[in-house]
């Protein structure tokens, strides 16, 4: 089944329910044969084609999203394991709305009431859930890297709902989603970007540095130098060789004509001592306020990842401002999940049916070979008979 390509997965659930069937909607739905990977672990390896496609396809669920009962049977039957080694609101429940709102069945496992804490190993756990049925994990775990051990020991897909200080896909992606369709006409291509705050522990800032630079969007990195180390590094050699971003402790430099400012929590659990010599005082010269928003453009857009310590790294006025756009990006992270949750099924699913269809051709190669093998045999049978 290429689930892309059958009208009947994007229905309404239930013919009697207030949705109307709706063509658009399948027509619209993308080519999940053109997407290619079993895992989402980070926006690195996506290629601008994949990000189209991934836009486009949330762009068909955020339809979805606003029927009356925002549900289509996509992924019936299929087992969508969630679990969660770290602390999360949002990024769990929206997985958890994403994936039910295509009536897959969910499990929830939070670390803390699973075996882990009894000291099972997470290959066990993986092995575990996947013989309980699980043919996808999201995974989120404070070790960089996880998600790719468990992609070795799952033979289904893993999307990575944040590793560490690495990666955090998904948020990456709903980012970019809400910036299309924010910013005017939809381009983030020349758009001044400014990540400010706690860059080096956040994954946030990690991926969304390959997505916004693919995009072609002019990326800031802004905060103290302390928690921006390693970066300038990275800045110079460029990211994927050749996409540049830029690295300053300059606030005002980075803020001035801004399109877009995402700020960003301070991780204290992932800090060393030392770094920041107080809240107070990185709120007194980072923290994201008013006055501070004026020297970007008049329009510019403010994003936080959540969640979001007000009164540090962002002001209240800013964070529920006009200009604020952070409740859309929750919202758009159930239609990006949704999305991907979608495309990797799709291309499970269309692996499957190639493996199918290799089997049977190869089958029915062994079957002519053999019945062009039992006709030469009765040719020559025949032949040594006439003889
Ligand atoms: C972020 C995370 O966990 O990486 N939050 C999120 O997923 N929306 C950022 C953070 O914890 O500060």
Known sequence: MNAAADPALFAPDDAADP?????????????????????????????????DLIMQTTATMAQVLTRPIPKVPALRGWGVTILFYEASTRTRVSFEVAAKNLSADVVNIAAASSSVSKGESLIDTIRTVEALGARMLVLRHATSGAPYLAAEHFSGSVLNGGDGWHAHPTQALLDLYTLRTRLPGGIVAGR???????????????????SLTAAGADVWLCGPATLLRGFDAWAAAGVAGSRRFTVTSDLPAALRDADVVMALRIQRERMASGLLPSLREYAARFGLTRERMALARPDALVMHPGPMNEGVEIAPDVATGRQSVITEQVANGVAVRMAVLYLLAGARDSAATRESAATRESAGARDSAGARDSAGARDSAGRAAAE
């Open 192 to 210: 001044k970007v400014v990540i400010l705050g706690d860059v080096m522990h956040s994954r946030v800032a990690r991926s969304n540095l390959w």
């Open 19 to 51: 949705n109307e069937p709706d063509r658009t909607l399948a027509a619209n739905a993308a080519p999940a044969g053109r997407w290619t990977h079993q895992h989402l672990l980070d926006v690195d390896v996506l290629t601008t084609d994949d990000l």
